[in-house]
């Protein structure tokens, strides 16, 4: 068996099981397309999406059958993982990430396809625009890298004598590359040094902290996408954490693996809000007349044991200031 039969004969596995008398009837069938390894029990953001569906009345197992495929952040294979979903015959795909909706957008331009939460779906060429996606994609997005000045200057009050930080971030996700561009502009601005850390694969990953932690930033700063610094979330805050470095990231999920603290979108609130266009896509609606939603909510979550651990002195104006305290 070869690596992508084997991929594929894992993913199988992926296909939520229902008994023989709830296959016989036809009920609505939701593929999940995944890049990252699927966790169990759901993470806080697949569960946002199940209780959305849940407050539309759809219930897996019950009236609604969710065929789950992940790529195992096998990103040559997403493809394959895609076109083995679509033989399913789903009603509608749903996306997480930039990478699994770009595949799901090269497979197919008829069953619909909706975005859980990725970034400016514009500029990586996923719809047309926001107000019209005219295509088979629609859902909700958020823009992190506008808020990438922000988060250097959360750090320059955190962390006292902030002049240099070491920036990483995934080179294959368009998001990513797009919020790494504004933070080398913001910190220019800011005058703090950067060292880029560019990612091709996971592979890389190992060296590039090696290297990071020769060089002793005062900061790390992690661009957000939800293929490899979602996989590697944990390792990544350990690190941190293990060698006194702040982490600040745009997404809240590093913070709560450890990280120091991030400005971010409530991607659980989007994921919950992508509920709506799954049902209203099963009502009939065509993804097309369906204008896609950005994030309103943007959190500052600060992880006070790291905080601790790194012997920050943590001004009460800023905990006052967070929408979120991990403790």
Same mark, same amino acid.
């Given at each position: 068996?070869?690596? !992508?039969?084997?991929?594929?004969?894992?993913?199988?596995?992926?296909?939520? &099981?229902?008994?023989?008398?709830?296959?016989?009837?036809?009920?609505?069938?939701?593929?999940?397309?995944?890049?990252?390894?699927?966790?169990?029990?759901?993470? !806080?953001?697949?569960?946002?999406?199940?209780?959305?569906?849940?407050?539309?009345?759809?219930?897996?197992?019950?009236?609604?059958?969710?065929?789950? !495929?992940?790529?195992?952040?096998?990103?040559?294979?997403?493809?394959?993982?895609?076109?083995?979903?679509?033989?399913?015959?789903?009603?509608?795909?749903?996306?997480?990430?930039?990478?699994?909706?770009?595949?799901?957008?090269?497979?197919?331009?008829?069953?619909?396809?909706?975005?859980?939460?990725?970034?400016?779906?514009?500029?990586?060429?996923?719809?047309?625009?926001?107000?019209? %996606?005219?295509?088979?994609?629609?859902?909700?997005?958020?823009? /992190?890298?506008?808020?990438?000045?922000?988060?250097?200057?959360?750090?320059?009050?955190?962390?006292?004598?902030?002049?240099?930080?070491?920036?990483?971030?995934?080179?294959?996700?368009?998001?990513?590359?797009?919020?790494?561009?504004? #933070?080398?502009?913001?910190?220019?601005?800011?005058?703090?040094? #950067?060292?880029?850390?560019?990612?091709?694969?996971? /592979?890389?990953?190992?060296?590039?902290?090696?290297?990071?932690?020769?060089?002793? %930033?005062?900061?790390?700063?992690?661009?957000?996408?939800?293929?490899?610094?979602?996989?590697? !979330?944990?390792?990544?805050?350990?690190?941190?954490?293990?060698?006194?470095? %702040?982490?600040?990231?745009?997404?809240?999920?590093?913070?709560?693996?450890?990280?120091?603290?991030?400005?971010? %979108?409530?991607?659980?609130?989007?994921?919950?809000?992508?509920? /709506?266009?799954?049902?209203?896509?099963?009502?009939?609606?065509?993804?097309?007349?369906? &204008?896609?939603?950005?994030?309103?909510?943007?959190?500052?979550?600060?992880?006070?044991?790291?905080?601790?651990?790194?012997?920050?002195?943590? &001004?009460?104006?800023?905990?006052?200031?967070?929408?979120?305290?991990?403790?």
């Amino acid at each position: 068996m070869n690596r !992508r039969d084997a991929v594929i004969a894992f993913l199988a596995l992926g296909v939520l &099981p229902l008994g023989a008398g709830a296959r016989s009837r036809r009920m609505a069938r939701i593929g999940y397309l995944l890049l990252i390894p699927l966790s169990d029990p759901p993470s !806080r953001e697949r569960q946002a999406f199940l209780d959305g569906l849940r407050e539309f009345g759809y219930v897996a197992g019950t009236n609604l059958e969710i065929v789950y !495929r992940s790529a195992q952040n096998a990103e040559d294979f997403i493809d394959d993982v895609c076109q083995d979903l679509l033989a399913q015959k789903v009603d509608v795909i749903v996306t997480s990430g930039a990478i699994s909706t770009l595949a799901a957008k090269k497979a197919t331009r008829s069953v619909p396809v909706v975005m859980l939460a990725v970034g400016d779906p514009v500029g990586i060429g996923a719809v047309r625009s926001l107000a019209r %996606p005219e295509g088979n994609v629609t859902g909700v997005s958020f823009l /992190s890298s506008e808020l990438a000045p922000k988060r250097l200057q959360l750090i320059k009050e955190l962390v006292p004598g902030a002049t240099r930080v070491a920036v990483l971030w995934d080179s294959r996700n368009a998001n990513a590359v797009a919020e790494v561009h504004a #933070t080398l502009a913001a910190a220019k601005r800011l005058a703090m040094q #950067t060292d880029a850390y560019p990612l091709a694969s996971d /592979s890389e990953l190992q060296r590039a902290l090696q290297k990071i932690q020769a060089s002793r %930033p005062s900061a790390l700063y992690v661009a957000f996408e939800g293929g490899l610094v979602a996989g590697n !979330r944990t390792s990544i805050a350990e690190f941190g954490l293990r060698n006194r470095i %702040p982490l600040v990231c745009g997404w809240s999920a590093l913070t709560e693996a450890g990280g120091l603290l991030s400005y971010a %979108p409530d991607i659980p609130a989007l994921f919950r809000r992508a509920a /709506s266009y799954v049902d209203r896509i099963l009502k009939g609606a065509k993804p097309s007349e369906l &204008p896609i939603e950005q994030a309103s909510l943007v959190e500052l979550v600060l992880n006070l044991k790291t905080a601790k651990a790194l012997e920050l002195k943590i &001004p009460q104006s800023f905990l006052l200031r967070a929408d979120r305290v991990i403790e």
